[in-house]
Antibody, heavy 118, light 112 residues
Framework: QVQLVQSGAEVKKPGASVKVSCQAS????????INWVRQAPGQGLEWVGW????????GYARKFQGRVTISRNSSLNTAYMELRGLKSDDTALFYC???????????WGQGTLVTVAS | QTVLTQPPSVSGAPGQTVTISCTGS?????????GYWYQQVAGGAPKMIIY???NRPSGVPDRFSGSKSGSSVYLTITGLRAEDEADYYC????????????FGGGTKLTVL
């Protein structure tokens, strides 16, 4: 069965960077894009960006451009999201989710809580 | 700010029907982009329940249906059940965001 398993919770200081992983199983990793979505405590969903594992092409929401990098290690069927210059309002759950091109996000990871605090 | 507008909350009694609206504009839903709906139960990850405006993934009960009209998409839930209590989010794409995905602000459904 399709599964996206994310790395564990992180606590970071303001200004630091965090790198969250998302390991895929149960399907051919290269056939589906990986998207990342942020959800601040008690707030809604916010799209961060996407990556095509086959080509390595990426796209980012304007809000995060310059501060986020999505990458992959295809030999590990794993995608990564690195967010730099962390601020307190980056404290959130980050989800990875799968999509085939411009379609819906059909499978989601369990979420990774990133806490930014001094 | 979000480019897709949803009501913050809706409610209904068990067995009733509720409809959640998601209003966009000519740069997203009105431009022909499809709408998607996700259900997020408290403490859980979102789950896609409608794709391509009106299609249900395998395993989603037929009590859930979607539709599109103009620049809006709608999620209708018939025969409300206690387990339907959740947050619901619409999603589409927006030309003003360079074709990026855009989510609505979410609607909290309370089953009375």
């Amino acid at each position: 069965q399709v599964q996206l398993v994310q790395s564990g919770a992180e606590v970071k200081k303001p200004g630091a960077s965090v790198k969250v992983s998302c390991q895929a199983s149960g399907y051919t990793f290269s056939n589906y894009d990986i998207n990342w979505v942020r959800q601040a405590p008690g707030q809604g969903l916010e799209w961060v960006g996407w990556m095509n594992p086959k080509s390595g092409n990426t796209g980012y929401a304007r809000k995060f451009q310059g501060r986020v990098t999505i990458s992959r290690n295809s030999s590990l069927n794993t995608a990564y999201m690195e967010l730099r210059g962390l601020k307190s309002d980056d404290t959130a759950l980050f989800y990875c989710a799968r999509a085939r091109g411009w379609t819906g996000l059909d499978y989601w990871g369990q979420g990774t809580l990133v806490t930014v605090a001094s | 700010q979000t480019v897709l507008t949803q009501p913050p909350s809706v409610s209904g009694a068990p067995g009733q029907t509720v409809t959640i609206s998601c209003t966009g504009s000519s740069s997203n839903i009105g431009a022909g982009y499809d709408g998607y709906w996700y259900q997020q139960v408290a403490g859980g990850a979102p789950k896609m329940i409608i794709y391509g405006n009106s299609n249900r993934p395998s395993g989603v009960p037929d009590r859930f249906s979607g539709s599109k009209s103009g620049s809006s998409v709608y999620l209708t839930i018939t025969g409300l059940r206690a387990e339907d209590e959740a947050d619901y989010y619409c999603q589409s794409y927006d030309d003003r965001l360079s074709g990026s995905r855009a989510f609505g602000g979410g609607t909290k459904l309370t089953v009375l």
